[in-house]
């Protein structure tokens, strides 16, 4: 005897005889007959009471081939309720059943044989899923909640749509089955377990107090040692460890002699190698007036820097005027912009600075973007606003391509006729390298130092309804001539001689100063 379909948990049928009761697996179509009057087909729950179903239905049900009881046959089994294994079969069931048989002759003579088993076949399948799909769903605990609204904001936000070549819903479903979410710090570790599947070191989760840390450290003050770090890129890519871009003037990093280009191997002699660029910063933040010892290379020197911790500053700009030696009191006067960070005041500085240099009749400005490390995104394309009368400042692309763009008409526009140099280096990063870029391409300026340091994703900070939060990649920046500068930079149209100075009072005395091994002249810094 040969049936349909094996035993639980899938929905079984089961076949029946005065003797015995047997489950069987699936075989091809063509051995499903019954060579009994006497076969038939029951509930499990049925044959424990089978003495009453059993001569209720007898000889009145499967003489016929089992596929010959056409489409209804299959259909009716989404009807099926799973639970426990067992599989409840409603009463309109069995009428299905009753209907099929009689009018299975006419259906037989109408149909080819091959396409009804097929049909079957196909259908079989379609019905155990239907009935699997429609078992109860657990309900979502609030751990559970805020695991998904982690997962929706990256799912609309993140630029790599394939997210790292995975199936981002399967993901979600696995992770709720899967992971622990009792606690709230276990969500917060399944959360960064997911955000690890995307290898991506900028798309970051942070917990409320980082969360809140970082709001700070694009508002007004930090507490740390006044770095900005980064991924070692160029020649120093195979370096272990962390590079320094910039460190803050006057920060306890800067007074201890750290500089761009330098590499971090330890903090509290926990090695860089494998530590993730966060988790460093946090590191080297924590309470005024706390210790922390560095373990700082600079070519082949190795130093033991301890240092304390305290507020820095970001007040980010600042500015001075250098008056040339020659012309008396008509001489040109140069203002130079100091611009350290691009935090929620900084194209407001900026545009005060501007207005204060040319009161005192500045006719030319120099802008100085050296270890500017980046900061608001918005911010940069204000300030680039400020200098240019009409232009596109950054195309956004994501995988698709061009996505968005970033342009001005004049209508923010300060200072967008005087001679403009912008002073570039290997710690200029993110949001100043879009303001370096948009100056040059647009032909507004002349950037001097060394290729900047190759930051070209562009990250969206969201909080969770918790407090937490998420630092997204949201896209990637082209400059205005089409130049994706991520791990490149932006390259500058001259260098600077090795020894100029990055302090304010030493840069005007490069340019008064025409003996000096640091002098540039005014012709070569604003010529065209």
């Known amino acids: 005897m040969e049936a349909l379909l094996c035993s639980s948990p899938s929905p079984s049928f089961i076949i029946t005889r005065r003797s015995s009761t047997i489950a069987f697996k699936v075989l091809s179509w063509n051995s499903l007959y019954s060579g009994s009057n006497n076969s038939r087909l029951y509930h499990p729950i049925l044959l424990l009471k089978r003495s009453g179903a059993e001569q209720m239905y007898r000889n009145r049900m499967f003489s016929q081939p089992i596929w010959r009881r056409s489409k209804i046959f299959i259909d009716k089994q989404s009807f099926l309720v799973i ?11 069995i009428t299905s059943l009753r209907k099929t048989v009689k009018h299975s002759e006419i259906f037989k003579s109408t149909v080819p044989n091959i396409f009804v088993r097929s049909c079957i076949g196909l259908m079989l399948v379609m019905a155990v899923n239907t009935a699997v799909v429609k078992a109860p769903s657990f309900a979502l605990s609030e751990e559970n909640l805020l695991f998904l609204e982690a997962w929706r904001t990256i799912d609309r936000a993140y630029i790599d749509k394939t997210f790292n070549g995975q199936s981002w819903f399967r993901y979600r479903e696995d992770a709720l089955r899967n992971e622990p979410m009792n606690t709230r710090q276990e969500t ?6 997911m955000i690890a599947t995307l ?28 770095l900005s770090i980064g991924y070692p890129t160029g020649k120093n890519e195979s370096t272990p460890g962390l590079v320094v871009i910039s460190a803050s003037p006057g920060g306890p990093a800067n007074r201890a002699g750290i500089s761009s280009g330098d590499i971090i191997l330890q903090i509290d002699n926990t090695t860089t190698e494998n530590m993730g660029i966060y988790d460093a910063a946090e590191r080297l933040q924590g309470p005024e007036g706390s210790g922390v010892e560095l373990t700082v290379l600079r070519g082949s020197e190795t130093r033991q820097l301890p240092l304390i911790r305290e507020k820095v500053s970001l007040n980010p700009v600042k ?106 280096n290997k710690g200029t990063a993110s949001a100043s390298e879009i303001l370096a870029g948009a100056l040059k391409d647009n032909k507004r300026a002349q950037l001097f130092g060394e290729p900047t340091y190759g930051k070209g994703k562009i990250q969206s900070v969201f909080q969770l309804s918790d407090g937490s939060g998420l630092a997204v990649t949201v896209a990637r920046y082209e400059t205005p001539a089409h130049n994706d500068i991520d791990k490149v930079g932006v390259i500058p149209d001259h260098p600077l001689p090795a020894s100029f100075p990055k302090d304010d009072e030493s840069f005007c005395n490069c340019l008064q100063n025409p003996a000096a091994a640091c002098h540039l002249n005014q012709v070569e810094l604003f010529s065209k």
């Open 83 to 93: 639970q426990n294994g067992l599989a409840f079969l409603p009463r309109k069931f």
């Open 199 to 226: 290898d991506d070191p900028f798309t970051r989760f942070l917990e409320p107090e980082k969360f809140k840390s970082l709001r700070s450290g694009t508002q007004n003050a930090l507490t740390g040692v006044g």
């Open 188 to 193: 917060y570790a399944a959360i960064k377990k």
């Open 319 to 424: 500015s001075r005027i250098c008056k040339l030696p020659t012309g008396g009191d008509d001489a040109p006067q140069i203002g130079y912009i100091k611009l350290s960070s691009f935090n929620q005041n900084a194209s407001g500085a900026v545009r005060e600075a501007i207005e204060a240099l040319r009161k005192n009749n500045v006719n030319a400005f120099v802008l100085d973007l050296r270890d500017n490390s980046g900061g608001l995104f918005p911010e940069g394309v204000e300030i680039a606003k400020i200098w240019l009368d009409k232009g596109v400042i950054v195309y956004i692309c994501d995988s698709r391509g061009v996505r968005d763009i970033y342009d001005t008409d004049g209508s923010n526009v300060v200072a967008a006729s005087e001679p403009l140099a912008v002073l570039v």
